[in-house]
């Protein structure tokens, strides 16, 4: 893959980091992403805060601050009311607002299916972005949300999941990583990536790319959504687990005893999953005390980084 030349690009295409981001001055960056997704629920006005949560965490996963919004959306209106749409960009536009973004405007096109999504500007200091590589030996990692939507939503189509789980599932992903980046704003952050589409096998393996560093995860340690490890021993899955699995067969190891379920959870694919954070062992308990006083309960140390010996993730 070609490297961008144009020295204001700060971040590019070249590392798989969750935005991209282009220096104004020596104070300012823009951060850019975009994403959608197709709707892992059927009221209007909850796909519409879910989609827009999940665009908009790419900029706290690089130390942004949203800005501006536009909304991209695929929409069958031959099959669909016009009020539904409406619905989407209602939700969006109430998490774009509690992001202290502003939506500006955006694109409509027919699809077969509803898709939505956010193209979204954010701002940082170029010397204080994240990125998804940087992790240091000894460092402790972070992980803020509970895996396991994926599996959860698939499980719902067939009405194997209990309302309360759901209903647990939905805080979940509804919640903004805003306040999760800024708590760790006031630490020393060496990487972080948000957990979405590739499950957080996938993503962790991200942060490890190019490096002589392994990930050490505590399979007992990673927080999982209530009846998700249930649905795998059911025999529910997502479409994209053999996928993600594909993608870290190589590079991941399992102590023997680990069951096919906590395997799978590793791949399970997020909408609008935590942040994964490698920080300085010396500020972990710090780091976790402020993330749980500000409500990020779920917030927990899941492993530890090492250099590079057998497989550069280590589940145990």
């Known amino acids: 893959m070609p490297e961008n030349t144009e020295k204001n690009v700060l971040v590019g295409f070249e ?38 949560a999940n665009s908009l965490s790419d900029i706290y996963a690089m130390g ?9 959306a695929g929409f069958p209106s031959d099959k669909l009311d016009h009020e539904i749409l409406t619905g989407i960009i209602s939700g969006a536009l109430q998490k774009i607002t509690e992001a202290g973004a502003v939506l500006l405007g955006g694109h409509t096109t027919d699809n077969k299916e509803p898709i939505f999504g956010l193209a979204v500007t954010g701002m940082v200091h170029p010397e204080k972005i994240w990125r998804n590589r940087g992790a240091q030996h000894g460092d402790q990692l972070i992980l803020t949300k509970a895996l396991g939507s994926g599996v959860l939503f698939n499980a719902n189509l067939k009405n194997l999941v209990s309302a309360k789980a759901l209903g647990e599932c939905l805080e979940s992903i509804v919640l903004l990583n ?22 957080f096998a996938g993503h962790a393996m991200e942060m490890l790319n190019g490096s002589n560093l392994s990930f050490n995860i505590s399979l007992d340690a990673i927080p999982i959504m209530n009846e998700a490890t249930e649905m795998y021993e059911r025999g529910v899955t997502t479409g ?13 190891s399992f102590l023997e005893g680990s069951t096919p379920a906590q395997q799978e ?49 280590c589940f145990r």
């Open 15 to 52: 590392t798989s980091d969750d935005a991209g981001v282009y220096r104004l001055n020596d104070e300012q960056a823009l951060v850019f992403t975009a994403d959608f997704i197709t709707p892992p629920v059927d009221d209007p006005f909850l796909f519409g805060q879910i989609a827009a």
């Open 178 to 199: 805003k306040t999760a980046a800024e708590v760790f704003s006031n630490f020393e952050i060496h990487a972080v990536t948000d957990i979405t589409g590739f499950g």
């Open 265 to 313: 959870l590793m791949l399970d694919p997020q909408t609008n999953g935590g942040l994964l954070v490698a920080v300085t062992e010396d500020q972990t308990s710090s780091i976790l005390k402020a993330l749980h006083d500000a409500g990020c309960t779920a917030s927990t140390q899941i492993g530890y980084v090492s250099n590079f010996i057998d497989s550069k993730l």
């Open 64 to 72: 942004g601050k949203p800005l501006s919004c536009l909304n991209l």
């Open 240 to 252: 994209v687990n053999q996928t993600n699995r594909n993608l870290v067969a190589n590079n991941w």
